[in-house]
């Protein structure tokens, strides 16, 4: 059972195309995330939703738009790839925001994007 | 919004000594902070974290402490085996699960 699921693992696209990125949670859990690990393995977030609203938005190009069908799914869309858009890119989810403490956030395997 | 600084950003141990990674943060409200260990290609996995109100704790070979004061919490690992060798992630955490990642130290322990 996979807890965190993303597709696909790899992804090579050329440059100016539309792609997006699936991301699934068995888990539960109220909030899911995006993340941007560059070459330098930084894990930047990008995204992160709580009940279908948009609590985290760092800056992020709007050409990087999360849509979030359900509680259980957080989608990543990218319009107009560009060359710097080559990273690894995970999806996480933890538990619900009202709890007093932060939890555990789980991360998908990773999808590595390849703009050429 | 949160800083989180970490160091060393690389660390060469031989195998059995110990290994110490150190994280600042800046936001007084963070309550959690975990530690994530990523391998070479895979998904960054928890493996020990620390709430606000404890100062220390300890798994096996592997500890956290926090200084709340000092806004620092730090991890260590003892007797460091080959499959240790990672990139380590330290974050930190609010109310609202807002997950602020530090740079990473990548751990290579020498057989």
């Known amino acids: 059972d996979t807890a965190v699921s993303q597709t696909p693992k790899y992804l090579v696209t050329q440059m100016g195309n539309d792609k997006s990125i699936k991301c699934e949670q068995n888990l539960g859990h109220d909030t899911m995330y995006w993340y941007k690990q560059d070459s330098k393995k930084f894990l930047k977030i990008m995204f992160s939703y709580n009940n279908k609203e948009l609590i985290i938005n760092e800056t992020v190009p709007n050409r990087f738009s999360p849509k979030s069908p359900d509680k259980a799914h957080l989608n990543l869309h990218i319009n107009s790839l560009e060359l710097g858009d080559s990273a690894v890119y995970f999806c996480?989810?933890?538990?619900?925001?009202?709890?007093?403490?932060?939890?555990?956030?789980?991360f998908g395997q990773g999808t590595r994007l390849t703009v050429v | 919004g949160e800083n989180v600084e970490q160091h060393p950003s690389t660390l060469s141990v031989q195998e059995g000594d110990s290994a110490v990674i150190k994280c600042t943060y800046s936001d007084s409200a963070s309550n959690y902070f975990p530690w994530y260990k990523q391998e070479l290609g895979k998904r960054p996995q928890l493996i020990i974290d620390i709430r606000s109100n404890v100062g220390e704790k300890k798994d096996q070979r592997i500890a956290v402490t926090l200084n709340k004061t000092a806004k620092h919490f730090s991890l260590h690992i003892t007797e460091t085996q080959p499959e240790d060798s990672a990139v380590y992630f330290c974050?930190?955490?609010?109310?609202?699960?807002?997950?602020?990642f530090g740079t990473g130290t990548s751990l290579t322990v020498i057989p």
């Open positions: 974050a930190a955490c609010k109310t609202g699960n807002q997950f602020y």
């Open positions: 996480a989810s933890s538990q619900e925001l009202q709890a007093r403490w932060g939890t555990e956030a789980f």
